[in-house]
């Protein structure tokens, strides 16, 4: 069975940092682009951060708003695939999601057309 789950949300204050977690099973996760989502209450959801497969590099996008305090990574050992989460703030509070797709991850990121999503995890970060 394909599924994508994620872990490591929670409840921060604003500075804090959080690591937030997307483990495959049912197929193997480095074969995709793999992309962490977000939706904050009334919002519409927005591509944080994709990651390319192994075989395309690795390539990494971000969103403006969290380029040089969020970072996204692979565990292949793990099949997994990680954001890091740095210098939080109230407007990163939002449910994210992981999804894997195609490679091409600013396609993946903008349009977020994917092939498999996660439940969410739900990240609040109080000021």
């Known amino acids: 069975q394909v599924q994508l789950v994620e872990s490591g949300g929670g409840l921060v204050q604003a500075g804090d940092s959080l690591r937030l977690s997307c483990a495959a099973s049912?197929?193997?996760?480095?074969?995709?682009?793999v992309g962490w989502f977000r939706q904050a209450p009334g919002k519409e959801r927005e591509g944080v951060s994709c990651?390319?497969?192994?075989?395309?590099?690795?390539?990494?996008v971000y969103a403006d708003s969290v380029k040089g305090r969020f970072t996204i990574s692979r565990d292949n050992a793990k099949n997994t695939v990680y954001l890091q989460m740095n210098s939080l703030k109230p407007e990163d509070t939002a449910t994210y999601y992981c999804a894997a797709g195609g490679n091409q991850i600013s396609k993946l990121c903008a349009q977020g057309r994917a092939d498999a999503w996660g439940q969410g995890t739900l990240v609040t970060v109080s000021s």
């Open positions: 990651i390319s497969s192994s075989g395309s590099g690795r390539s990494t």
């Open positions: 049912g197929f193997i996760l480095d074969y995709y682009g």
